[in-house]
């Protein structure tokens, strides 16, 4: 028999090891090194000091970022491995089709029914009966408010890829905390909270091709298929490994038996199986990835790309961001959703900024070139006057002070003739507010509710005028506060009436109606009584037409950041 001599084996094993890369070998590669600054002339000892401190804190960002950004790559490979390992497992096991498919079918009814039960519930009947079991159905119920729905709706057709073959439908739920969310049945949902907080239509553009990349790239479906796969992948990589120890413990068993004959034969043996287990754990490791981290790089990928394809800026993206960290740093409470992490929004704000200088640079040139570049449109000055109230008035309702005295602010400022939203602006300044400037703010707030009010469709603005006039000493004060105690009793019992006499016989959302004539220029007409309704027997009643189309909304620019 022919033996083989140890330093043959030696060198086998290190051209083995050389031959196969190693992680490490892979990193330190790679790490080409930061520029050497120049030594400014003249320096004293202090500037000296100071620009090293700089110079180090720039090398540690930039090594954070470094690190992100292979950790982005590395998460992304893996998901992509196992992603591919399931396509092929799916193509060739049935067993593995069937437990796939029967799993998503699963998932799909049960969004189809969570579907139902958002577009067939009621806001408002869910709003009394909050609880804690009640919760989640108050968030997914749908905002009320028809022009925003349809807004919302249109833009998101618009960013739908034009190769897709699926169906989608964009809604807003009422919530205050910022979320966006979507179902397998490609419907995309978007909080009046993700909403209020943005600046313009590009960005709400961006959130809602986040959330149609999920579904677009088919996430749900992933997501039910890669557990499954990640057992039947991490099966056959143990045999993997069981396969590169054998063929090392041969080996070592070689060395071992060249050098020392039997008992060294069984420590090359251990040796080799030692070294071969510790390849094969690289070559044949398991794989345990975070499959929401991958799917919401994928996501945020895919929807700059969908965005700029249709002309948007794609430079609120990152602004986005900053003021999302903004708010998230303000209210803990408002990352629980769109944002998940914190943690991540710097990392997913600088991945935006790194495609929008590198990658996609000449197309956005060009588009700018082009003048096609679309920041924001009329349309969405006019839905956020009213979106922002509504969702400033849940937040109140949430005691989520923060987001509801910035959203009312917002609200009055784009739309200062709005009764609901300058009490309410007033209510939380009287709420919140210290010094007496903001006790000011929220008086005067109550005092020009009472005048824009002309349905009397607020009584309780007359009570908090008469609590704040109240505690003033002087006698004309306390007069009018009695006047103002009178006057919320008068408009509390008149209300009481008109909702007992008009029963569910009103649309649900009659205030949202009214508030889009007073809009349009009608700021009294009130639904008839049912008494003269039926007087007058048919249609006419009471529909008198529009004279003049009065003052309008003023435009208010939106392009840029809040102030
Ligand atoms: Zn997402």
Known sequence: MKTIRFSQIVSLFLTLLFVLPLPGVIVSAQETNAATQEKPQGESPEEKKLREREESLKKKEDDRKDKEAKARVKEAKKYQTLREFAEDQYASDPDFRDQVDDAYLDLQSSHAL??????????????????EGEVLKIRRALYDNP????????LGQQIVPDDSDRLYSFKVTVNPIPAAYTLSTGTVLVSTGMISLLDNEAQLAYVLAHELGHVYKNHWRIKVMMPLAEAEYNKKQEKKRAMWAGLFGAVGAGI??????????????????????????YYARKISSDWEVAQENEADDFAIKATLGKSFDIQEVPRLYETMAKVARADSRTQLGFLGARSRIHERSEYAQKLIAGALQPQYQEALKASKIKGTSPEFSLIMSELKRDNGIEAFYFDMFQMAKLNLQQAVSLRSDDPLAVYYYGRVMK??????????????????????????????????RALMLMDSKDRPNQTEAINALKAYIVAYERRRAETISHDGMLPPNVDVLYDYMRLLGDKTWRAPEIADLLKTSVAPAAVAPVETPAEKLTPVKTTGRKP
């Open 431 to 464: 709420q919140v507010g210290r010094t007496a400037e903001d006790l000011d703010t929220a008086q005067q707030s109550l005092l020009a509710a009472i005048k824009l009010d002309t349905r009397h469709a607020i009584p309780e603005v007359q009570l908090h």
């Open 256 to 281: 071992g038996a060249a050098t020392n004959g039997g008992s060294g034969a069984a420590y090359g043996t251990l040796i080799g199986l030692g070294a071969g287990y510790a390849i094969g754990s």
């Open 147 to 154: 022009r925003v729905q349809e807004y919302v709706n249109r």
């Open 114 to 131: 969570d579907a139902y039960r958002i577009n067939t519930s009621h806001p408002k009947e869910l709003l009394a009966t909050e609880n």
